[in-house]
């Protein structure tokens, strides 16, 4: 089971590419597309409808795909959800009460304070589900139900492909408990399996971005630190950006919510901090529109991640605006996570760093 580079110059690139193929995949295994519902093939060891929490947690990348989730699952589904990264949550000695799920998000399944929170949750008789990438894992093993992503193997340490494909699923889930709940209609259901179902054309669009990222790479090579902003699953979508450009090209960046940057990163702003502002046509866009206001006029140079009709609007003039598809609301973090990804790759491509192996980091940590 050999995995090669094909025609890509890194793992990174081939498995942002691959995207649309491996979410494809992976959404056939929970959606029935012919009659426009969420189905899970295996057996479910507990009820959506009579949970009363959800508590998840993971590390890194996964984390955000989490926090992401909590938005998700509070919205479709009206489940009260805790995210904490496992490192803090297996400590933290949370009180948990009968009813109530346990979720863990690992790509490799073998991740040390993932794991330790899992075994936690078991102890207080949580239900224990993991959405995993590799289902022969530890995480997999003590878990009483396995949630696969298919994103095949991941080479490239900075994950991408698996955090797509765990929101995919993620998403799934949240119709699927929506629905056992009765907090969204089968019209709503059809609505949102339609937008899934449209995904991977919406990601094979995102990706005709790369020439406009790539432009960038030569000037972003050359600052010291970047925000992110991002409201609603924007904001974890933030986080990830900044957690991907730091992984690979070393240069500082900090995700924030939008609406928080009155709170502190203000005070940063300069010509030399670019920031990235990740913003489709939401019902979120004006408030955002006056962050990015706020910032240009402190000089601040913008990087505006939106959609068509987003882009229309912009009038900043010191604005470079990267377009993706107008999609759904509820898939837009999906759909976002590409050019946030592809922002990080081509910095870091350009800057001749070890895209693959980064310097310091391991693409699973199995220690504490
Ligand atoms: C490491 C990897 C990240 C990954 C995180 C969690 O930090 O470099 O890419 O997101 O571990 O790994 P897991 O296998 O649990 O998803």
Not at 165 to 191: N, P, W
């Amino acid at each position: 089971n050999i995995v090669d580079k094909g025609n890509y110059k890194h793992f990174m690139e081939k498995e942002i590419h691959e995207q649309p193929e491996v979410i494809q995949h992976t959404l056939a295994h929970y959606v029935d597309f012919a009659n426009g519902t969420v189905r899970f093939k295996g057996k479910l060891p507990f009820d959506f409808a009579s949970l009363n929490r959800i508590s998840l947690s993971a590390c890194g990348t996964a984390y955000y795909a989490g926090v992401v989730a909590k938005y998700w699952f509070e919205k479709l589904a009206r489940i009260p959800v805790d995210m904490d990264v496992a490192s803090e949550f297996r400590y933290r000695e949370m009180p948990m009460q009968e009813n109530g799920l346990a979720l863990f998000i690992s790509q490799s399944g073998e991740t040390a304070d993932t794991l330790a929170s899992l075994r936690y949750c078991k102890q207080e008789g949580q239900h224990i589900a993991s959405i995993v990438n590799v289902p022969e894992s530890t995480i997999a093993r003590e878990s009483d139900v396995i949630f696969p992503t298919l994103a095949g193997a991941e080479i490239g340490v900075a994950s991408t492909k698996a955090f797509t494909c765990q929101l995919s699923v993620l998403l799934a889930l949240a119709i699927m408990a929506g629905r056992a709940r009765g907090t969204i209609s089968a019209g709503e259901e059809q609505a949102y399996v339609k937008a899934l179902s449209e995904l991977p054309k919406f990601i094979r669009q995102a990706l005709k971005a790369d020439n406009t990222i790539a432009d960038l790479a030569h000037e972003l090579s050359k600052v010291k630190h970047v925000l992110y902003l991002g409201r609603g699953t924007n904001f974890p979508l933030a986080m990830e950006g900044a957690l991907k450009l730091k992984e690979i090209s070393y240069i500082h960046a900090e995700g924030y919510a939008a609406g928080e940057l009155k709170h502190g990163p203000i005070a940063l702003i300069d010509e030399t901090m670019p920031v990235v502002v990740i913003a489709p046509d939401d019902s979120y866009y004006d408030k955002t529109v006056s962050n990015m206001q706020e910032v240009a006029a402190r000089d601040g140079r913008i990087i505006l991640i939106t959609d068509e009709s987003g882009a229309k609007k912009n009038a900043l003039e010191d604005s470079t605006t990267i377009v993706m598809p107008t999609v759904p609301d509820v898939i837009a973090p999906i759909v976002f996570a590409l050019p946030v990804q592809m922002l990080a790759y081509y910095t870091a491509n350009f800057m001749g760093t070890d895209v693959d192996q980064p310097r310091n980091l391991a693409k699973s940590v199995t220690v504490e």
